[in-house]
């Protein structure tokens, strides 16, 4: 079973900041899933990646598989980018399970 | 399409109670999953299901039963709540074939008192 970890726990930035939260996961992987978890509760997936750097908008996620090792990176942050950024890992069984992060809570100040 | 939808959104039982959660899937998908979100912790995975009339159980099963007798819809019972089994209720579903992206649905909040 994977171990995934993330830092930090919380997060408090003043609008415009750049934001990085970093994952980091015991066993290699294939990808790496960053999902986003809005204030309402609901959980969407952000960016799956397996190498290098994906790009969506204002946000930025960078992978380094040698490593084991992945950051989310926000810039010009907004309120609205308030929510909990949640990192998950596939473990190897067959039904391709996700080991989930624990969050980090960003709250982005106007 | 309305993706993944959970009923009910809230529920407050009493210990002892039994319940069923309702995960309903619109998308085809053959992998269905039950997590259960506590404070400071991951998403934990309870039970999940590899296609029509499969389950398998997870990380934290005990207490908790599923059945997947149609493609669409994954259930998750609870025959005797505890008060431990307080928590945000979360399925998912996925395609059988990569990316393995996992759709959401809204949550389920149970408090057992």
Known sequence: KNEVEQSPQNLTAQEGEFITINCSYSVGISALHWLQQHPGGGIVSLFMLSSGKKKHGRLIATINIQEKHSSLHITASHPRDSAVYICAAPDSGSARQLTFGSGTQLTVLP | ?113
């Open chain 2, 1 to 113: 399409n309305a993706g993944v939808t959970q009923t009910p959104k809230f529920r407050v039982l009493k210990t002892g109670q039994s319940m069923t959660l309702l995960c309903a899937q619109d998308m085809n998908h053959e992998y269905m999953y039950w997590y259960r979100q506590d404070p400071g912790m991951g998403l934990r995975l309870i039970h999940y299901s590899v296609g029509e009339g499969t389950t398998a159980k997870g990380e934290v099963p005990d207490g908790y039963n599923v059945s997947r007798l149609k493609k669409q819809n994954f259930l998750l019972g609870l025959e005797s709540a505890a008060p431990s089994q307080t928590s945000v209720y979360f399925c998912a579903s996925r395609e059988d074939r990569s990316p393995d992206t996992q759709y959401f649905g809204p949550g389920t909040r149970l408090l057992v008192l």
